[in-house]
């Protein structure tokens, strides 16, 4: 009988974790993300009611393959929780969780670590318990939770092979923005217009 093999461990890259200033942390310059008005708006409420529950990750970049940019502390996630956090002054702390990356590690991160999120589906009945209940989650902020999670019902799935153009009416220029984001995250080719 053979013997079934395990599977070997995920490696861990975490060095260890901090709160640093929000003004000492490093925008990535090769972070693609747009973060819409509507989405700071949203995360403005959730951070000012609950608070930080995720750490910004940073990148200690220690390897020689950097070259003049060997030790610049860079983020590779968290760049909107820091800017919100620098509207309450630089001194602000952020939890931030420290990486070691080599920059073919760091480009693969920046380009998958958001998306791959964003390929999970949806269960449609927990969404709509979800909603039935958000004017409970935040009952002292104008944050319109319901209108968050609805966004949710918009994933579609997606063949390459029978592709056709799609008309998507938006209320507003962020809403539009927000979604051609989202879009493009999910391997869309879109672009926005306006009406006549």
């Given at each position: 009988m053979a013997r079934k093999r395990s599977a070997a461990p995920f490696g861990k890259r975490i060095l260890g974790t901090a709160d640093v200033p929000a003004g000492q942390l490093l925008a990535n310059p090769a972070n693609f993300r747009i973060h819409p008005r509507a989405q700071q708006d949203a995360l403005t409420t959730v951070l000012g009611e609950i608070g930080f529950i995720q750490h910004a990750i940073v990148n200690k970049r220690t390897s020689p393959e950097w070259?003049?940019?060997r030790g610049v502390e860079t983020m590779i996630d968290g760049h909107l929780r820091t800017e919100l956090a620098l509207t309450r002054g630089e001194e602000t702390p952020v939890p931030v969780v420290y990486v070691d990356l080599t920059p073919a590690e760091e480009r693969r991160v920046l380009a998958t670590f958001d998306a791959i999120g964003a390929m999970a589906a949806l269960d449609g009945d927990k969404l709509d318990?979800?909603?039935?209940d958000s004017a409970l989650d935040f009952p002292d902020s104008e944050l319109d939770l319901a209108a968050v999670l609805k966004r949710e019902k918009r994933h579609v799935e997606f063949?390459?092979?029978?592709?056709?153009?799609?008309?998507?009416?938006c209320r507003d220029a962020d809403e539009q923005?927000?979604?051609?984001?989202?879009?493009?995250?999910?391997?869309?080719?879109c672009k926005a217009t306006s009406r006549s």
């Open positions: 070259g003049d940019k318990e979800l909603l039935a063949d390459a092979a029978t592709a056709t153009n799609v008309v998507v009416t923005a927000s979604l051609i984001e989202e879009l493009r995250a999910a391997g869309y080719a």
